[in-house]
């Protein structure tokens, strides 16, 4: 039994609206193993993770997956289960798993997960532990723990990057990790986009956090717009340390003149002799040390953001509290022991460490590690009050005076940063500064959020929301529109148009689709790029306003969605295409895989759903916005229903495009009249049109104002390049198309059979990981409407033989009764268009249905006389163009 493949999907996928990790397990000699015969499984189980008892299955109660091991199940169930305990041994426990069995080797295995890197531990783990089960063995997992646990440490974000994301989630604004392992994060989208690095944003100036960390700069700028800080000077050895800490009179304070976290802090300095240690050990932390007047009084945390106070937070030094009878090591020792207690920042507390400074503490206070502490009598060990090294932090917000936040607020405006934390030594932070004795110690850029999150005592406060409202103020947008069209045939041609639409409207774009990804109508990457990356590239753009993803299959199959949710979501059609691929066996299955489109919407957004299509309310079942039904036939009975309870579609109606909302009728245009029609006759580009229409108006343009914007979109290399472009090369056309289905081939003939005066000839190939049968079909329908069949292959045969898909084309158009003689063979495209220009006459048409565009039209460019689609587009078009204006008015 071992891992074949693992596989993680980091958002939206066909199997779940949450991360999931796909395993594909080789069960091999253990495919027909069964738990029940084995009584001593489910028990060998338990006394290495007797957290299972806890597991509900599909009986929704604890012990109910222990039930259905004693019953029997097979192994990849009980690895499914495993995997999720282990998860929830380390702290990231999730909840979400399935089992699909396959063909009883070859398993799947879905689960939610958390930390990638940690699931790819714990998924071999898992399987490990299920073999040694079922060998009668024991099984070490502590190692294997340990390790995900210091894997879950690096990756995954710390308290305050997390309290800021999950305020993010609860504002519905996406997010994005910059960098593997760091707390550096993209939230929101587009033009409207912010970033953090834990409580760092792209608001606070490198010069402002340049001064906050160094500290003797920083007082220098407070002193001297008058607020309270102490005495000090800097300095660069012991015995200067000295000479100015008497100056200035005992006690002292010293730290390292740009640390941060406590590090190298020494406070309520006494005597030279301690002086002198200080400055040794803030000299490992910087070459200048900062020796200054030590304020007797409280220490408090004001976090400021924006100009506002988000909390406050009195802090203690690491402390213990004594029994009697055990001693400050042992004490030290059971209060690390605290659950909320762990290495550095991953959990609220910090462990105590009993390094040389807590010995050095002790000893001031004439203690060591084995002295036994009177029952109730506090001893610290350490100087600073930083949760870093140990402290811990009790809530103050709501007893802070209002002076006290002026004064806060006014340190950090004059250092210049949006969020400080900043750090105040007062006898109490209720009274009025002037009414006692304290001062500003530090104010720090980065602030730690932890202490405010998860307060010792006092109430929590959800700072990581003042920081997401302070980016984002509630009253402004956090993201752009997202436009997601999927479909089989048609949707890259109305990605275009979208894309057009929203340009022509005034908007920076964003778009991927087949042949790149474009900005602002530029294409700026060629190559389909229609999957996940390409469409967090697009969203990552901090100029685009608005981005239009074309969404296809086999991103969705193997990278689940780019986006989290979309505004506007549109499917153009289902027909089939990529059977056999994929584990994709049925219609059914793509309907389940395009579905995931339409539920990835907002609330608030809409979903363009064809009423043409046989599968139309499979879809519609999965749609949780609002619908907007397109439709070639005016008597769609989908569409009436859906208009008769106020629904809004859009249908055509004596070749006249019309967009209703109950019973309210407005006149769009005349389909003739949108160039890229062909004047009507391609009814493909129709009904495109028509879901390019309907999403305009689901995003907020009215139907009209986006029929006036489409209407000049033509089928050209500029406008839609390499689908429908149609060229003029001598006394014959050349139409150029990307079909490669059987129903692209029926649409593009349909139109060819009206553009052509003579014969049709079609240069014809289907992608070779397509079925057998479906390529047949492609043949078959192919002979049924072109005169002249020149088969081809495309270079990437996608694992079949030489010559083997032109014989299944073959097979199929000899099938559908076409004579052989009308049907040629040559297996490179070139050679095959080639053929077909020589044998073409006056009055005929070429489709080329191409792999690689470029070839074809250098081809092309190589004849004299020839003119592309805009310009026979135009000419066509003048005088409907013309009338249209009139219709619209």
Known sequence: MKIVDLHFFPGRNIYSHRPVMKMLLDLNSFKDYCTDCEPAFANRLLQILPGMLEHTCSRHYPGGFIERVKEGTYLGHVVEHVFLELQDQVGVGTEYGKTYTGDGRFIVIISEYRCEQAARI?????????KAVVAGQSEDITPTLAMAKQTIKQFMPGPSTAAILAAANLRQIPYQQLEEGSSLYRLGTGKYQKRIQASLTDATGCIATEIACNKPLTKKILAQQGLPVPCGEVVRSQQEAVTVAKQLGFPVAMKPDNGNQGK??????????????AFTMAATFSPTVMVEAYLVGRHYRLLIV????????????????GNGHDTICQLVAQENENPLRGDEHEKPLTKI?????????????????????????RVFLRDNANLSTGGTAYDVTDLVHPQQIEQAVAATKYIGLDIAGVDIVMQSIALAP???EGGIIEVNAAPGLRMHLYPTEGTPRDVGQNIVDALFPLTQPTRVPVFSITGTNGKTTTTRMLEYAMRRHGLYTGMCCTDG??????RIEAGDLTGPMSARAVLAQPAVEVAVLETARGGIVRGGLGYDRADVAVICNIREDHLGQDGIESMEDLVHIKSLVAEAVYQSGTVVLNADEPHVHELAAKVWAKIVYVSQREDNIT?????????RALFIRRGTLLAAQGNRIVLVGRVRDFAMTFGGRA?????????????????????????????????????????????????IKVLVDYGHNPDGFAKIGDLATHLASGRTLAVVGVPGDRGDELIREAGKIAAQVFDHLFIKEDEDLRGRLPGEVAALLKSGALASGKNSSAISIFLEEENAFQAALQQAVAGDLIVVFYEKLEPVLAQIRARENYKNSMVIAAMENKSAQVDNSVVLS
């Open 434 to 436: 002037n009414d006692q």
């Open 122 to 130: 714990l998924a071999k783990a898992a399987v490990k532990l299920v």
């Open 264 to 277: 190298g802090v020494s406070l309520n300095l006494k005597s030279s002799e301690e002086v002198a240690k």
């Open 306 to 321: 924006n100009g506002q106070l988000a909390a406050a937070a009195e802090r203690l030094p690491a402390h213990i509290t």
């Open 517 to 522: 990804i474009y900005y602002n109508g530029q």
């Open 353 to 377: 460490k009993l390094d040389h400074i807590a010995v050095e503490v002790l000893q001031r206070q004439n203690m060591s590690l084995e002295t036994i502490v009177p029952k109730g009598q």
């Open 683 to 731: 009814t493909h580009q129709v009904e495109n049109l028509l879901s390019a229409l309907a999403a305009c108006w689901g995003y907020g343009l009215s139907p009209r104002q986006a029929g006036l914007y489409l209407r000049n979109f033509m089928s050209s290399p500029v406008d839609n390049p390499g689908r429908a472009n149609l060229y003029q090369v001598g006394e």
């Open 639 to 647: 569409v009436r229903r859906h208009l008769g309870k106020g629904g």
